[in-house]
């Protein structure tokens, strides 16, 4: 026991943040532990999940179309419905929706061209376990990197969503086609979210940014009171 949160950070074939993910975890506090894909159970003591970026299963079918029914995934599907707080970035936001644990779907940027850059997000929403460290209007720098992140669902739901407060990013200026500029959003209870930037690669000024780090800390800080919860 090392007194620091378990974080465990799923690995499918094609991830290629995963460690990146598990640096980041590691320096803001966390005990990152990978779990590959074959897995169908979660260490013990498992206080959050994530899900990293990358091309898992080389995108075939559709972007985390696969990934989302690999045995891991139901492991992750009961961490969540437990309450414990899972965190989907790019690859592991279209995991998530594929999955059916978060709302809409992520499609072709509208400029059907990879996009790769820093980005400035909005955040919407500081009520969820994954923005309590920043404030409703606060703008973040983080950088993305997708060749399929415009977020897109029918009307309604878009009106649902935006109601609930579940839709808890949004970019400052059109970057890919995503309905609304939405960059992030949450479940229904506020315990999995997903987000198309990187935050991993904005938690220190040397790579640009540091603004990625608020959103990770407050993850580890999640992930230790879940485990506090459960014990």
Known sequence: MTGRPLVAVVVFPGSNDDRDAAWALGALGADPVFVWHEEEELPEATGAVVLPGGFSYGDYLRCGAIA?????????????????????????????????????????????EFVCRDTTVRVEQDDTVFMRRCETGQELVLPVKHGEGAW??????????????????????????????????????????????????????????????????????AAAEHVLAAA
């Open 68 to 112: 989302s029914v690999a045995p891991a995934m139901d492991a992750v599907r009961r961490f969540a419905g437990s309450g414990g707080p899972v965190l989907g970035i790019c690859n592991g936001f279209q995991i998530l929706c594929e999955a059916r644990l978060l709302p809409g779907v992520l499609r072709p940027n509208r400029q059907l």
């Open 152 to 221: 897109h669902t029918d009307e309604g739901q878009f009106a649902h969503l935006s109601e609930r407060g579940q839709i808890v990013l949004r970019y400052a200026a059109e970057v890919n086609g995503s309905l609304g500029n939405v960059a992030g959003v949450v479940n229904e209870s506020g315990n999995v979210m997903g987000l198309m930037p990187h935050p991993e690669h904005a938690v220190d000024p040397l790579l640009g940014s540091a603004d990625g780090g608020l959103l990770l800390a407050a993850l580890v800080d």
